[in-house]
């Protein structure tokens, strides 16, 4: 599976942003899906889950009213609504795709990344 990751960008603070992750193969039934991020000099962390087949998420705190994970079945593609962005969220955003729920980077495939700079 090739994970494909797209839309990161330049925006100020309070400015909004949707990442896609687009996917080779349509994903199994029981396909899990993660964006993380990695800010310069820190570890990834994890940002946002979705269980495909529900559509089940969750966040991390520091993101939650902010930030909406989705997808769209059609279109085998992953999707992460920012809104209200602070220059604490600048980091190169990751993909990633697995079967268990887990919020470690425990996951099968990744995409490339996509940076997003928010300017104060």
């Known amino acids: 599976v090739q994970l494909q990751a797209s839309g990161g960008g330049l925006v100020q603070a309070g400015g909004s942003l949707r990442l896609s992750c687009s996917r080779s193969?349509?994903?199994?039934?029981?396909?899990?899906m993660a964006w993380f991020r990695q800010a310069p000099g820190k570890e990834r962390e994890f940002v946002a889950i979705?269980?495909?087949?529900?559509?089940?998420?969750a966040y991390a705190d520091s993101v939650k009213g902010r930030f909406t994970i989705s997808r769209d079945n059609p279109k085998n593609t992953l999707y992460l609504q920012m809104n209200s962005l602070e220059p604490e969220d600048t980091a190169v955003y990751y993909c990633?795709?697995?079967?268990?729920?887990?919020?470690?980077?425990?996951?099968?495939?990744w995409g490339q990344g996509t940076q997003v700079t928010v300017s104060s």
């Open positions: 990633a795709s697995g079967t268990r729920w887990t919020t470690s980077d425990d996951y099968d495939y």
């Open positions: 979705i269980r495909w087949k529900s559509g089940s998420t």
């Open positions: 193969r349509r994903p199994l039934t029981s396909a899990v």
